[in-house]
């Protein structure tokens, strides 16, 4: 069974959709949505995977903050990529389980990516979905960045949030955007809304819309990649992001695995069977090899 549960990370909480057996767990599979998603875009993974994993596993998707129903950061926090990395270490800090498998699709993979290299002692499994480490840009387009991100930060302080008359026509927006059917898209959706005002509006900050100010370049992603020790299993969706086929195989570490399925960006949502199989498999292997 699926309970809510929130974390209180500080002044933060951290909303999650989770199995009920968090305190007897031999290992913990932690969930990262991409950006403007929430965890419910893991609640079709997660139904198959209750019934295909051991009950000693424990299955947790989390909000990000700024997203669904987590808390928003202070009024003059962008969310910038680097601080996911903290927030992610203090909220596994808060679970027992002695083994963590990460899951990440998007800018949750990304997340998981960068956390996986910098605390490999603290992951023992990192399975990504359209996703292989942070995003990169050349060096020489930094001053724009800079330039582009801090205007967009003024744009976003007079931003006003969407509101919609009706439910449906919010889904409906957010249907043609994410291009797949309004039954796939309505878990993140009916988690992402809420009524102020007779109206309904998204509960993710706006200041999450604001662009960033710095990038990592290609020597620095290379350089993730190379730091992470744990088993890494790759999924990308055949009509997915075109810019993460472009990896040479040759230049990433050998124990990435990467496997390429039908669907688009949201593959998971797609083809939740086959995703959750392919997770199943590959947490199975980490729960039942012997602590070092």
Known sequence: MLVQHTYSIFERNIAAIETDNR??????VVFLHGWL????????????????????????????????????????????????????????????????????????????????????????????????????????????????????????????????????????????HSELPKALIEPIVARGLEVLDGQWVWRADPKLSAQSLYRMSNVHAEAILAAIRSPMQVVLGNKGYPSLKSYSPDSLPEQIEIQHVEGGHHCHLEHPDHIGQLISQFVMKIDETPLS
């Open 37 to 176: 998603d929430n965890a419910g875009s893991f609640m079709s993974v997660m139904d198959f995977l209750m019934h295909q994993i051991s009950p000693q596993v424990h299955l947790c998707a989390i909000d990000l903050p700024g997203h669904g129903l987590s808390s928003h950061k202070s009024d003059d926090n962008f969310y910038a990529f680097h601080d996911y990395i903290d927030d992610i270490h203090q909220f596994l800090m808060k679970l027992p389980a002695k083994k963590k498998v990460l899951v990440g699709h998007s800018l949750g993979g990304m997340i998981a990516s960068c956390y996986s290299a910098a605390f490999p002692e603290y992951v023992d499994g990192l399975f990504l979905i359209e996703s292989l480490g942070p995003l990169t840009e050349r060096a020489e387009l930094s001053v724009r960045r800079l330039r582009d991100g801090v205007k967009s930060r003024t744009r976003m302080r007079h931003k006003f949030r969407r509101a919609y008359d009706h439910y449906d026509v919010a889904l409906q927006v957010r249907a043609a």
């Open 23 to 28: 305190q007897t767990a031999t290992c913990s």
